[in-house]
């Protein structure tokens, strides 16, 4: 019997590479289906044939590679995504298509990976892979221009129509982006197909996209290059390899548990006798993700407006929404505190900062909004559901994008209170945009040190660096430069559009929060396209692009002499 084994693993390990010729040249058909699909909608049913009998050949493929392996714990590893992918392909029939898009994005990480690894000796130096600033804006860049490629497929939408490249290009934008502005019904509008693009956007805008591809490659067995490493080294903010190995995972395993979590419960609220199952635990799933990732997308026409009474519901979303917001690095110190039986006095400078701001945030936000929206939006509300509206909008507002109020109807006191809460905006490392929680605390530790006679900044008895101040400064400098200059435009473009509801959209857009005052469907061409560059700048950080601009330059060698000039 091992003698019958030993002969049919050398036969599938000498003959491997015909199944991986074919899975090449399946990848490479794919591709072209996509393209001529667009082009010519009426070969759906060649597609779907055709995907069929790759689902067949892949099967195959796998066979050989565990049968073959000589490394079995790294094919394992990526043998379980295939099959997994193959599972999903075979028993849905919905997710044919993405099952043609993993096999086309699998062999894309391969062929990368192999040239990638071919050129590491050939090249010593190179600017792309010192330039981690430019390695996001691109990544962000191609992301974004894939999604909209896919929502503007026939099959991306419920009526098999094309979407509009402008409106299909805002949509992968505010996905990827984390945003949630949509221009049309993302529930009614869209296929399952085009659902799960979106879906498929926010997690990976959410998480990183470099975070996402290099977890994704990893599961497929593949090894990084040294100068990736060091990329990845750049981008995710480590000293060092195995530091930087273990953050990876451990944003993978703290999103995969808390989206999962937050389904779990999310499925037990909005379970009813009148939908299947499986609709609801895709309901469940997609709005978990949403919140986790702070996006805003929802698959209800009224985000959660009639759900405002749902206690469990609201509190479920305010704690995917808080738990993403507050960044992975938080959540990692406060999970090594927690094993460590909890010593508050180990808690990272950052960290304390973080938790103090945000939870500041959220309750005075609360406060305000309970004042300001007592009489008006939440009038007819019972108190209890007065206090979850308040609490609700408060945490929604600073990028995530749900709502259990119309925005159009808000006070101008609560209008106002939004702008500041979009405008401060979550956590640095976490899914969520605007200014930041701790840029907002260094402004006000400053304003207090200068109050108090201090020439330093200090909190729990740290003090703030100088170079934390000059980002501060430069962060605030250039959001406000972009907000002043693309609203200009907008006013420019948006003529028939009030002052308040386009000024309420451009800091929804930059914050990435997604809130809106009704206009977003209603913007011309030109607005959607200004939206989308707020959109743009905003999740990539302003500060990203600067780095991205100074990357190279010298740093000077000396130093001039200090003067004092006249403030205020």
Known sequence: MLKIWHAVKQFCRRYRFVFRFIINAT????????????????????????LQASLGVFALHILFEITGAENSAK???????????????FFFKETLEFFQLFIIGRQL??????????????????????????IVLLSFLGTIAAGTFLLMLPEATTEG?????????????????????AVVDTGTYFSRFGQIVILLLIQTGGLGIMTVSTAFAMLLGQNMTMKSQS??????GESSLPNMFDLIKNIVYVTLFFEGLGAAFLYLTFRTVEHPPSDIIYHSVFHSVSAFCNAGFSLNSDSFSSMYSNIPLNYTIMMLIITGGIG???????RKNILQKFQPQRFSLHTKLVLVTTTLLIFFGAGFYFVAEYSGTMSGFAFTDRITASMFQSVSTRTAGFNTIDNGQLSQASVLLTLFL???????????????????????LSVWAILQGDDDVTVFRRKISDR??????????????????????????????????????????????????????????????????????????????IFALSEKKLKKSFAYTEENISIG
Request: net charge positive; with cysteine.
């Open 231 to 236: 990329l990845m080294q750049n981008v995710v």
């Open 75 to 89: 094919n394992l590893r990526a043998a379980l995504l295939d099959t997994f992918a193959l599972l999903v392909g």
């Open 468 to 545: 934390s101040l000059k980002k501060v400064l430069s962060l605030i400098a250039v959001s406000a430069v972009v907000l002043f200059f693309l609203i200009f435009i907008l006013f420019l473009t948006e003529k028939s559009l009030s002052f308040e509801t386009v000024v309420f959209e451009a800091v929804s857009a930059f914050a990435t929060v997604g809130l809106s005052m009704g206009i977003t469907s209603k913007l011309s061409v030109a607005g959607k396209i200004i939206i989308t560059v707020l959109m743009y700048l905003g999740r990539v950080g302003p500060l990203t692009l």
């Open 27 to 50: 990848a490479l058909v794919n591709s072209l289906f996509l393209i001529v699909s667009y082009l010519y909608p009426d070969i759906h049913d060649i597609k779907t044939y055709y």
């Open 161 to 181: 129509v094309r979407f509009p490249f402008a409106d299909a290009l805002f949509t992968s934008t505010s996905a990827t982006c984390v945003t949630g502005l």
């Open 109 to 134: 990480f391969f062929f990368f990976g192999s040239k990638a690894k071919s050129k590491e000796k050939k090249i010593s130096h190179s600017w792309f892979y010192d330039s981690p600033s430019v």
């Open 328 to 334: 992975f690095s938080v959540m990692t110190d406060i």
């Open 422 to 444: 979009m405008f401060a905006g979550a956590s640095p490392g976490s899914t969520g945009g605007g200014i930041k929680t701790t840029t907002l605390a260094i402004i006000c």
